[in-house]
């Protein structure tokens, strides 16, 4: 019971299972491990696939043959362990080069750079099999509003994610990309703060039909945001290609916590929107263990994403089967239909909305019963019924 299931289709990044506990106050806790080791270790505790940025398996100074070695070692690992590469990304944000911008840095060097670097990962992405390119653009805002002009940032931006869908259809690959908007940190002010804007801005693209996006839960949340209300958005216009699943407390730093871990209730409707919506694309766990945590802990925290989705995902089903849930539904969403008229202008329609005796307070006097739906809401999710 609970058991991941490749169908499942829960990823880890490299990053996230790798991540050593650094944090902006303290040093390392842990010895990092090789992108061998760490595939073994998500193999091992169930996961269907690994998604790393270029320099999580390829370091940036690494030679060709470095690069030849690193990549054919890793192949031989996904082969062994059965792990799929879903997803890639690329590091546009660690290297000090990229400290004021990368697609929208004032240098054109540097955004070329940013292209070229981009292209290369995509390569490497291609190579062991991502469909998903992931980009986050961390260091894309400013501190200093009177640095950068924030209608040119959105025309570079534009430039250079045009530049990267002619590429990809020059090139024949099957592969689309997921935008991930974040609000703040590193920058004081990213640009394309939220999922809701960066689906607005996708539709200003060259190539709309190759972009999406990539909602992280905490990101949302860190804007104040319902994560829910963002994925449902996206969802709805076939525009999820991938989700970063983790938790985060309100007006916190990017803690990128173990799924489920802070906002249980927000976590289940999450889940239950993928899973009533059969969502498709990989379950991506965009989050790390504890710093307090060794090798085993570690562990314990990326079975412990997968174990609490997949008990969510119990709970959906028992919310859905509840009857008395289910009879409050309906009388929620029963009413009056208007004689005449239908959710779509035409003038008989028309007709009818303007002949029609509405009555204010028959309409307002229907009972809505949310308290007792949210009620019986939170008794599945602790565990009474
Ligand atoms: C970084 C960030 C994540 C992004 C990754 C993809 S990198 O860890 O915090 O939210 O998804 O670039
Ligand atoms: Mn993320
Ligand atoms: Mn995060
Ligand atoms: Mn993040």
Redesign the pocket.
């Known amino acids: 019971r609970f058991q991941p299931k490749p169908e499942d289709r829960f990823t880890f990044?490299l990053?996230t299972v790798g991540n050593p506990g650094r944090d902006p106050f303290g040093e390392p806790v842990r010895t990092p491990w090789s992108p061998v080791e760490i595939a073994n270790v998500l193999a091992e505790v169930g996961a269907y696939g690994v998604n790393f940025?270029d320099n999580d398996l390829v370091p940036i100074d690494a030679s060709f043959e470095e690069k030849r070695k690193i990549v054919s070692d890793f192949r031989r690992a996904l082969e062994e362990t059965g792990l799929k590469v879903p997803m890639a990304?690329v590091?546009l944000f660690r290297n000090p080069v990229f400290k004021d911008g990368a697609f929208t840095s004032n240098d054109p060097e540097v955004r070329a750079y940013a292209i070229r670097k981009t292209i290369e990962a995509i390569e490497l992405g291609v190579e062991l099999g991502a469909e998903i390119f992931?980009l986050?653009g961390?260091r894309e805002g400013t501190e200093v509003d009177a640095s950068k002009d924030p209608v040119t940032a959105l025309k570079r931006h534009r430039e250079a994610i045009n530049y990267l869908c002619d590429y990809v259809l020059d090139r024949g690959y099957r592969l689309k990309f997921a935008l991930?908007a974040?609000p703040n940190e590193p920058r004081s002010d990213l640009y394309l703060p939220t999922t809701g804007a960066m689906l607005g801005y996708i539709d200003t693209l060259d190539h709309p039909e190759m972009v999406g996006v990539?909602p992280?839960v905490a990101?949302e949340r860190m804007a104040g945001l319902n994560v829910y209300h963002a994925v449902a958005q996206a969802l709805e216009r076939g525009k999820l290609l991938h989700i970063?699943l983790n938790d985060q407390q309100i007006g916190r730093f990017?803690q990128?916590l173990r799924f489920g871990s802070a906002d249980i209730k927000g976590a289940f409707f999450l889940v239950k929107l993928l899973e009533d919506y059969q969502y498709q694309g990989p379950r991506h766990f965009?989050a790390h263990a504890y710093r307090t945590e060794d090798l085993e802990g570690v562990k314990d925290f990326a079975k412990g994403c997968m174990r609490t989705y997949l008990i969510l995902k119990e709970k959906v089903k028992r919310f859905n089967e509840d009857r008395e849930i289910q009879d409050l539904l309906k009388k929620i969403n029963a009413g009056r239909e208007v004689a005449g008229f239908e959710f779509r202008y035409s003038p008989e329609a028309h007709r009818s909305l303007m002949d029609y005796e509405f009555s204010r307070e028959k309409m307002a006097e229907k009972s809505m019963y949310y308290e007792r739906l949210d009620q019986l809401t939170m008794e599945i999710l602790l565990g009474v019924r």
Do not use: Y
């Open positions: 990044g990053w940025h990304t590091d992931v986050w961390g991930e974040k990539n992280e990101h970063d990017d990128d965009d």
